[in-house]
């Protein structure tokens, strides 16, 4: 069964770029869409956006001028950048798997601090 | 700007039957919007229990199930367990690709 697990710094200083990478094993990455969701400590989920994988992307419309997804077929994995972090962009990042209907499998999470 | 709202909190007895809603702050809910419904506990990551409405995820008990009530999607968890004191939350389509989540409710079995 499809596996995915989130990697990349868990500290990243204000102002610059957060960089998060998502393995997908057990399965092919060259079908459905690719999805990254946050969570601040304490608060709700947020959806950031996907890539299909076919290269194609849709961001939330809050978080679109920072955000860029991209895919990597060939080492299977996704990758999420986020540009011009503050504090509130804190949060545990979740890469998850989207069939067309909803979210599933999820990944373990990982959690992001800005701070300098 | 689109608000998915669900209930900040809940509580149910051991044993009893609970409903938790998923609306939105204008316009109805229907199968259109594929709502799907995840429960989270502390430190854990979501796990999923129903999608495409009422379509429960592989693993998850038949006492979770997933509808349309009224204006608005709904989980309802029936034998209340004490293991199901979690976070529960759902999801809604937009369309044009575009995913929204509510603001979560807490639910207490005590």
């Known amino acids: 069964q499809v596996q995915l697990q989130e990697s990349g710094p868990g500290l990243v200083k204000p102002s610059e770029t957060l960089s998060l990478t998502c393995t997908v094993s057990?399965?092919?990455?060259?079908?459905?869409?690719w999805n990254w969701i946050r969570q601040p400590p304490g608060k709700g989920l947020e959806w950031i956006g996907y890539?299909?994988?076919?290269?194609?992307?849709n961001y939330n419309p809050s978080l679109k001028s920072r955000v860029t997804i991209s895919v990597d077929t060939s080492k299977n994995q996704f990758s999420l950048k986020l540009s011009s972090v503050t504090a509130a962009d804190t949060a545990v990042y979740y890469c998850?798997?989207?069939?067309?209907?909803?979210?599933?499998?999820w990944g373990q999470g990982t959690l992001v601090t800005v701070s300098s | 700007q689109t608000v998915v709202t669900q209930e900040p909190s809940f509580s149910v007895s051991p044993g009893g039957t609970v409903t938790l809603t998923c609306g939105l702050n204008?316009?109805?809910?229907?199968?259109?919007?594929?709502p799907s419904w995840y429960q989270q506990t502390p430190g854990q990551a979501p796990r999923t229990l129903i999608y495409?409405?009422?379509t429960r995820s592989s693993g998850v008990p038949d006492r979770f199930s997933g509808s349309i009530l009224g204006n608005k999607a709904a989980l309802t968890i029936t034998g209340a367990q004490a293991d199901d004191e979690s976070d529960y939350y759902c999801?809604?389509?937009?369309?044009?690709?575009?995913?929204?989540f509510g603001g979560g409710t807490k639910l207490t079995v005590v």
């Open positions: 057990g399965g092919s990455i060259s079908t459905f869409y």
């Open positions: 890539i299909y994988y076919s290269g194609s992307t």
């Open positions: 998850a798997k989207d069939r067309g209907w909803g979210f599933d499998p």
């Open positions: 999801v809604l389509y937009m369309g044009s690709g575009i995913w929204v």
């Open positions: 204008s316009g109805s809910v229907s199968t259109s919007y594929y």
């Open positions: 495409s409405t009422n």
